[in-house]
């Protein structure tokens, strides 16, 4: 333990450590919503899609973060317009761009002079590595999602709901649903920093099903969803500086494992319903 509080003494450790709370603070809010809403599936496809960006990004010359945080943005705008179009299509399409933006993204890179880019620094995090440039854009990002969400947050109650109730209420949907996956597209920037693409929809779902569990309210659900993930977040990075593991597949396993262990316990409660319940009545 002391050789932990002892690391904290380094600027990547810290930074790390930062990086992980407000990536943790954003997918417990964003991910309870992906949750209530089932978007998973979109989500992962716009994280994959972003990878495009990654490679756009080091074709021009351009900072990474950037190049990911226009093409995620694109993918979740597009995604949007074809869910909302054609439903009964979206699963396809979403596929095809999960597919095109990751490989665009390699081939750009490949395509890059003189560079060869550690893919898997991207693929599966590099929380160790995030600068201060990297930190104060997750700090911005979080600051624009947590206004966003505290702003609309009754008409995304009432859209997770029922959307053809919010729009009998005079809830805007459409745009309020385009508004939910730039916040997505934001959420995925920050999580690429610490789990990377490959991992990225297990914080963003894990912790807010988990939450779902044991909250009567969206509002709970997402304050726990916060707390399971910053738990998550620093045990995995913890136990990653212990055994010199990679970092963001060790948060995954963290979180992972307190999936399995909810649902023993979800299930033990089940089963003593009956025995508790006593006899039955004659």
Known sequence: M?????????????????AGLMAGLTCGIIGTLVVVNRLVFLSGGIAHASYGGVGLAFFFGLAPALGIVGFAILSALAMAAVTLKAKHRADTVIGVMWAVGMALGVILIDLTPGYNADLMSYLFGSILTVPDSDLWLMLALNAVILLTVGFFYHDFL????????????????????????????LAVVMVIQVVGLILVIALLTIPPYIAERHAGSLGRMMGYAVVLNLVFTTTGLWLAYVFNLTSGATIIMVAAAGFFISLAVQRLRRNRVPSDAGPEPA
Request: charged content about 20%.
């Open 2 to 18: 002391t050789d932990v509080f002892a690391a904290l003494g380094f600027d990547f450790m810290r930074n790390a450590l930062l």
């Open 158 to 185: 009432a859209m997770s709901y029922d959307e053809e109730f919010a729009q009998v209420r005079g809830v805007p949907v459409r745009p309020l649903y385009y508004v939910l996956l730039v916040m997505i597209a």
